[in-house]
């Protein structure tokens, strides 16, 4: 057998337990290939735990285990990098507990946090940097590491307290639609619960809309009177937050 | 102008894991070198790559990696040669060093070091791999034995001659595993000195120590979660007679104590070189 149909064989071990291998291998292949198929495994579990361990936390080792077996059985890994493995977790979690979307959403969070952590350097702005801009022109650049999602329930709070070894609260749906956004400041990632009008002018400003094509999309969704306060708040949050790496001006 | 050799480093080192990170950072560690683990830095930025900066600026560093494949029959991925070789000239390493191993074919990665065939053909495609890595990465490789829990009824050659054979033909070097030769010797029932007298001498740049377990059905596993075994030290002062100039390394990945405990046994792995050295 030449060196790729050797290795197709170990492959389909690994992912199927498929047997051709067996022929090959000197001595009992039993024990041997025992040791290759158990490592493969443990090794993947154990990547998901230290990636989810909010989700672990939450779920508990026999739930989260058998979640983690599921996931590595019907999503082989194919990335250069171990790390990449948790990509898709929450849609694994999110298909086993259809009626617990916490669970996804907290996946999500924990995968979030993971990739802003050595995500792309960027250097925000000061406050003081926007002086004389015209805002109607304006385009905000963002953070790469940014990252949002929508959310449906409490799963910001559950995280916090889980990470802080504290009870968690029960789980619950949220009354209004809420989202959650990821970004690194510094060296350390964060996260904050928004409101859908922020996500939406956050993923118009990600997208490159103009401030005042932002502060048109708010003003459709209440009081004109009100969005100067809305918009200025939000742009404050956003160069509090260490948001904003650039303005330009077309 | 592309290296085309490595120099010899015979110093003594550690390898850099997050529990330690701030003891490195304090810069007061007695070693002379650290190893870092080339993936964990292969990240757009952040803190990998800040700790890494700074640990660079205190330490010589090797660079080792878990993920080139260098035995995929299917070739070596040049996006993670391109990666890698940005991390290297960034950190300008006393080596680039990864396994004798596969760890995945056609898209499919383990994300563990699988082990090769010792075959004419296996030996065409590594040798193809490493000429192609080295021309990307502008250095020499070091390439190290895995710990293998099996042998191929094709096999046509002890694994001490794929390596010097390997070495031959690409001019790579050898990061020798003193406890991989053991706990292979142990697997698969060969003399672990024949082993040692089996590999070119002049190729070894790096020796790494490590601890292993029993799993209780007759294999010896390459765990990296014990101190280095009785029997894997007197290897060790068998290689300090065979090997001169060779950095030493211990290495820990799992239950990683105290940074004392592996100076304390980096501390014998010195006394041992001193000793021969002596005796010599």
């Known amino acids: 057998m030449n060196l790729l149909a050797l290795q197709r064989s170990m492959r389909e071990h690994l992912i199927r337990g498929a047997g051709e291998i067996r022929g090959q291998i000197q001595g009992d292949p039993s024990p041997r290939l025992a040791v290759y198929h158990h490592a493969y495994r443990s090794q993947l579990v154990d990547c998901l735990r230290d990636t989810f361990e909010r989700v672990w936390a939450w779920l508990g080792d026999v739930r989260f285990e058998a979640a983690a077996r599921w996931h590595i059985e019907s999503r082989p890994p194919h990335s250069w990098t171990l790390s990449d493995y948790g990509d898709e977790f929450d849609r694994t979690l999110s298909g086993l507990y259809p009626d617990d979307r916490e669970v996804a959403e907290i996946a999500w969070l924990d995968w979030s946090l993971r990739r802003a952590f050595d995500g792309p350097d960027a250097t925000p702005i000061a406050p003081d940097a926007l002086s004389g801009i015209d805002w109607d022109g304006a385009i905000l650049h963002i953070v790469p590491t940014l990252r949002m999602t929508s959310i449906s329930t409490n799963c910001a709070a559950i995280w916090t307290s889980l990470s802080e070894e504290k009870t968690p609260p029960l789980a619950a749906r949220l009354h209004a639609p809420m989202a959650l956004r990821v970004w690194r400041k510094e060296l350390s990632p964060h996260f904050r619960a928004v409101d859908s009008i922020e996500q939406q002018a956050l993923l118009m400003a990600c997208h490159g809309a103009t401030f005042a094509a932002i502060c048109s999309a708010i003003a459709a969704r209440m009081e004109p009177s009100k969005v100067p306060e809305v918009a200025g708040s939000l742009l404050a949050g956003w160069l509090q937050d260490g948001l904003i790496i650039t303005v330009e001006n077309r | ?280």
Not at chain 2, 2 to 11: D, H, I, L, N, Y
Not at chain 2, 112 to 134: G, H, S
Not at chain 2, 145 to 156: E, K, R
């Open chain 2, 1 to 280: 102008m592309p290296a085309t050799s490595v120099a010899s480093f015979a110093g003594f080192g550690l390898g850099l894991r997050p529990p330690h990170y701030q003891d490195f950072l304090g810069g007061n560690v007695p070693i002379d070198f650290v190893e870092v683990i080339s993936e964990n830095f292969m990240v757009k930025g952040g803190q990998p790559l800040n700790i890494l900066a700074a640990i660079g600026d205190r330490y010589p560093v090797a660079m080792h990696g878990v993920s080139m494949s260098i035995g995929s029959a299917d070739g070596i991925k040049l996006d993670y040669l391109l990666r890698l070789k940005a991390l290297a000239d960034r950190v300008q390493p006393l080596w680039v060093s990864d396994h004798l191993c596969w760890t995945g074919i056609e898209g499919f990665n383990s994300h563990d070091l699988l082990p090769l065939p010792y075959t004419e053909d296996a030996m065409r495609i590594v040798c193809e791999n490493i000429l192609l890595a080295q021309d990307v990465l502008e250095r020499p490789l070091l390439l190290e034995n895995p710990s293998t829990y099996m042998n191929f009824a094709d096999d046509a050659m002890s694994e001490w001659a794929f390596l010097s054979e390997m070495c031959r033909r690409t001019g790579c070097y050898v990061l020798l595993d003193v406890n991989n030769i053991y706990v292979s010797a142990s697997n698969h029932g060969f003399d672990p000195l024949a082993y040692l007298a089996g590999v070119p001498a002049e190729r070894v740049r790096q020796i790494h120590l490590a601890g292993h377990s029993d799993n209780g059905r007759g294999l010896l596993i390459d765990t990296h979660d014990h101190p280095v075994s009785d029997p894997v030290w007197s290897l060790y002062r068998a290689a300090c007679a065979r090997f001169s100039g060779v950095a030493t390394m211990i290495e820990r990945d799992d239950d990683i104590p105290p940074l004392s405990e592996l100076l304390a046994e980096l501390d014998l792995a010195r006394a041992l070189a001193a000793a021969w050295q002596r005796a010599a």
